[in-house]
């Protein structure tokens, strides 16, 4: 069958998934969602890179039951999704809520309640965290009886997100600006760690044990070199060049699992962390029990040595994982019944596009 899709948000991941959506011949693109003004009355053809569709991008597109909304902002609107829930679309998002449950019955009420109401779906998707922070940890975890540790560390060089969104990684994150001030927490990395601890509490959840607490250390390294960006941006030395996000859950008074990111955009540190000089995107999983087992996942454009895209563009091809795990969830999400659900509710999420020509 063919599904309908309204792409809400066309930033870095949504105009992924756009370009995803309008590639699918599952899918047929009923209506584009901007924010900015710069974009409304624009094709979506043109918003994504792609030949005119004849879909044009507003601000406040009409959505119809039965629909499916790819909900792609930086920070979820909950208000917003309960109305689209409540107007019969399914919703499915990048914008964290991969186990909304962890926000307690205050926001998982208003989803779910709102889903059943409109006869709706919701599910969160993503790469990191959701697809590596929780579905591979809990399936690798499937060949271990006594698991005394999961870890879970991602290796990103974020140039290109850098570049393509300074006002996350420059301004947020604090990438090029001194240690103080990039370890002065705002409301967006505060919104981080929720979204990590999502991931603790559906594995927690799954496996049946009890968490005590969640504790975080995060560090920063400087740069020891300049790096210009492709937005032609500086980081300076003596800026921060690197940053270790960790997250571990305490379970029965141990250190269980810890979710680590190290976000560089250079390898010429100080300290100098072991992060190595990989373009890739690297994620390693590591169970440490009886037995032990370790898993490392990377992406890039190809790993084919005769493709002229051999080993580069690692960190795009992250991004679109993220969308392409959101859009390949349309079709489950639509089988499912109404309310809230995670990855642990739904079948595996399998490419619907695999070995199509």
Not at 226 to 247: S, Y
Not at 302 to 329: C, I, M, Q, R, W
């Amino acid at each position: 069958m063919t599904y309908r899709v309204i792409q809400w948000g066309t930033g870095s991941v949504g105009r992924q998934a756009l370009r995803e959506v309008l590639k699918n011949p599952e899918c047929q693109l009923a209506g584009v969602k901007v924010y900015g003004d710069a974009k409304v009355g624009k094709d979506a053809g043109e918003l994504a890179g792609m030949p005119a569709t004849g879909v044009i991008a507003s601000k406040d597109p009409a959505v119809a039951k039965g629909d499916t909304v790819l909900y792609c902002p930086i920070v979820a609107d909950y208000d917003e999704i309960a109305r689209l829930l409540r107007a019969g679309a399914n919703v499915v998002t990048t914008a964290s809520n991969v186990y909304p449950q962890f926000y307690g019955p205050g926001v998982y009420n208003k989803i779910n309640d709102a889903a059943l109401e409109g006869g709706a779906t919701f599910h969160g998707s993503g790469i990191n965290p959701a697809f590596m922070s929780e579905v591979l940890p809990l399936t690798l975890s499937g060949l271990v009886h006594r698991a005394r540790k999961i870890r879970v560390q991602e290796v990103s060089d974020v140039n290109h997100y850098a570049s393509t969104a300074p006002e996350i990684m420059l301004d947020h994150v604090g990438f090029g600006k001194s240690p103080e001030e990039a370890l002065n927490a705002d409301a967006f990395l505060k919104g981080m760690t929720a979204y990590f601890s999502e991931s603790i509490h559906m594995i927690v959840d799954h496996l049946g044990v009890t968490l005590d607490r969640i504790e975080e250390r995060h560090e920063v390294a400087t740069s020891k070199v300049r790096v210009v960006l492709d937005n032609g941006r500086a980081i300076e030395p003596g800026t921060v060049g690197c940053r270790l996000f960790r997250w571990i859950a305490i379970v029965g008074g141990q250190p269980r699992i810890e979710l680590s990111t190290f976000w560089k955009v250079t390898a010429e540190l100080e300290p100098q962390w072991n992060v190595s000089t990989s373009k890739l995107v690297e994620w390693t999983i590591s169970i440490e029990g009886t037995p032990s087992v370790r898993c490392t996942v990377a992406t890039c454009a190809s790993f084919d040595p005769d493709s002229p895209d051999y080993l580069k563009g690692a960190e795009e091809a992250a991004v679109v994982g993220t969308a392409t795990h959101a859009v390949n969830a349309i079709p489950y999400v639509h089988a499912a019944p109404p309310g809230v659900k995670t990855f642990l509710d739904l079948p595996i999420i399998a490419s619907r596009g695999a070995l199509r020509d």
